[in-house]
Structures are given as C-alpha cells and as structure tokens.
C-alpha cells in the first residue's frame, strides 16, 4: 500500500501506475499466452490511465458517486475488451491484478474499497471476469 498522506490528489492518483500489470502480462506473451498482445495490454493501460485521469478531472471534492460511476465506466469497459477476446485475456491472475489495482486506485480517490462489492473491491461491484 501507498502512503498518500503527504501527496496531492493527483499524485495520489498517479503514483497507483506502480501497480500496473501490464508489464508482467506481456512477458506471459512471450511465454505462449496470445492474449497479452502488445495491442490488447495497450487497450487495457489505457482503460485504466482513463479511470485515473477522469477521477483527477473530478478533483478531491467530486461526490463519492460521481467517483464511482467513473469506476463502473471502466470495469464494464475492461468486461467488454475480455468478452472481444473470448474470455481469456482476464484469467484468475489478472482478475487478481486488477482487483488489487482498482483498489489502489479507490483509496487514492478517497474511497474505501471494502464498502463495494460485498467487501470484495470496487470492481466487484460490475467485473465478469
């Protein structure tokens, strides 16, 4: 976890990048998994670096469910791009990722992912991976 107590909001947002997958998901192209194309890891960065900037563009202050539907907006994107790739770009490890991933990105914008979901995260909320 990160200590954001002496960041400013969007650094706060900005530092959760430290917990992109996308790296690692590649290498697993190289082991024989097709999925983690250059093009599909790429359409997966971007949905999240649009969750971090839209939240940023919000600023501190926006209501909790201005906030949340920024994350709904993202998890129903990453739903559609796995669907697009007949389920297997999101497997076990990578629902692990992001679950982790948009929980980090939760406490940065203020929220507490544990009131989501059932306790499970906010991406439990609207995930299908």
Known sequence: ?????KMTYPEKLENTKIHYPFDRWLE?????????TDENCDRAKIIL?????KLIS?????????????????VLQLNFLNDEIDGSLIETGEREDLCKLFDE???????????????????SEWRDW
């Open 105 to 123: 990105i939760a406490l940065a914008a203020g929220l507490n992912p544990s009131e989501y979901g059932g306790g499970e995260g906010i991406a």
């Open 49 to 53: 670096d649009n969750l971090i900037e």
């Open 1 to 5: 976890m990160i200590d954001y107590k």
């Open 28 to 36: 697993a192209y190289d082991q024989g998994l097709d999925q983690y």
């Open 58 to 74: 919000l600023e501190e202050t926006a209501s909790l469910p201005d906030k949340v539907d920024v994350f709904r907006e993202a």
